[in-house]
């Protein structure tokens, strides 16, 4: 596939010849005067050419890349970055928008579809936000770190999704590289018995702390499942399904090792989902369940907060006594900060109600909002000890009330169409069966995020926008194509 559609289309082997002549030509004269940083030139070329005519390998490469990601805190005026894979990312940004303006391919019918269409205007919203940020700059720069994530793996992704081999592909090459960073852990983590201590850690520098580890893997938990068991409706051999089975207990044994309660939970969470699912619950049972739930929750507050309270049990060595601790609001320094975070969420929403303090500047900004009586051992001023610890009180302390229910419209939208696809009666089982395990797998985070937030981090960014971007493509285009073009390359 020409990807740009270049007019010189027919000349690519010139093309091919005379970058390979400059590859040359820089490569001896960096080494011959010894000014090596210019090999990183020919290398970018490379990586331009392949963007280019090579958009499905050069996607892999980078989906392979996403879990041995360094990232690197301030590369100057205090910007974060992910290596290799962020500047990958920013290229293929470009080309694709350079595509979309050439071609016009931009279709206002898309739009037609919830979860786009709620995707769109979330992002609409975080740019007007922007300009009323405390911290423009700040906002500035998480808005177009969003915007490269979504453009990137939601859609352009979706683009690729037209053909369903490279579904089976993204999700193949991002189980390869996740497998190999786990594994390197658990050995590490071996060394050391195990214990609870180095497995905060033990998962750098790949990754730089263990929430995000076990909430990436989560994602991946399912799918690996799903290929193993239904490999065949994907042309796996049973050699595939065996490696893919293998994967699913690496990665099982990987979240149990990672110490991290939250995503013990979103794991047993997606697992009664899917049971849910089995039942053929609708999506309205769901959300008046969830809707009751909540409510029972705000009348008997005081109640369960003071049974809660009876709860002593801290972290501890033994999975069983750490499982435990994950309700002790009373002496756990970790549940108690989060709620100390989430506290001061509230009051800066109640503080700018419509605009929030921005995308990016809860870090910044929630200092001044503790209460002494909420402070905790690990409370800090300075905002080097994680964010708000919940997408949803993030969204809600950075973007005010449309951006909070934006998020989570994003979020039931995606569930809704999913569960459209799973129980509609003439679906493939290809595609009910992708569907089901892309769904488990986003639900896990869904969970997951009432306790961290992560998505403004690659890891993280692209299995949320490329799982998305499944449910999206499986609904647009494949659930009424005939079997016998399922999932050929």
Known sequence: MNYLNIHFKEKSNQVIYAIGLLFIAITGISLFFGVYEMLLLPVALVAVYICIYRPVFYTLILC????????????????????????????????????????GEIKVSLFNNPLMLFIVINWLWMFVTVF??????????????????????????????????????FLSYLLYGTVIVVFYTLVK??????????????????FQEHTMYSAYISFLVPVALMFALRGQLFNFNWIYRSVFLSIFIVLVVGIIFSYTRASWISLLAALFFYVLLQFKVSFKHMMYALLLVLSIAWIKQDQLLYSLEKNKQGSADDIESHAQSVSNITTDPSNLERVNRWQCAVLMFKERPVFGFGPGTYTFQYAPFQRPENLTLISTNSGDLGNTHSEYFNA?????????????????????????????????????????????????YYVHSFLNNFTDFDKIAAPFW??????????????????????NT
């Open 64 to 103: 392979f890349l996403i879990p041995f990601s360094l990232f690197v805190d301030d590369v100057g005026g205090g910007f974060g970055l992910s290596l290799p894979t962020e500047p990958m990312i920013w290229l293929l940004f470009l080309v694709y928008v350079i595509q979309l303006f050439i071609n």
């Open 132 to 169: 009323a940020s405390s911290m423009p700059m700040v906002s500035l720069k998480y808005f177009l770190a969003r915007t490269w994530f979504m453009v990137v793996f939601y859609f352009f992704l979706l683009h690729l999704f037209k053909n369903p081999s490279v579904m089976r592909k």
């Open 189 to 206: 983590h071996a060394r050391e018995d195990f214990s609870r201590g180095w497995g905060y850690d033990i998962m750098k520098p790949f």
């Open 396 to 444: 809600l302390s950075e973007m005010g009330l449309i951006g909070f229910l934006s998020w989570v419209a994003v979020f039931l939208s995606s569930i809704y169409l999913a569960m459209g696809l799973i129980y509609h009666p003439s679906v493939l089982l290809w595609v009910k069966s992708l569907t089901t395990a892309v769904m488990l797998g986003l639900f896990t």
């Open 466 to 487: 490329g799982y998305l971007a499944i449910i999206t493509a499986l609904k647009m285009y494949h659930h009424q194509h005939n079997k016998s073009s399922q999932t």
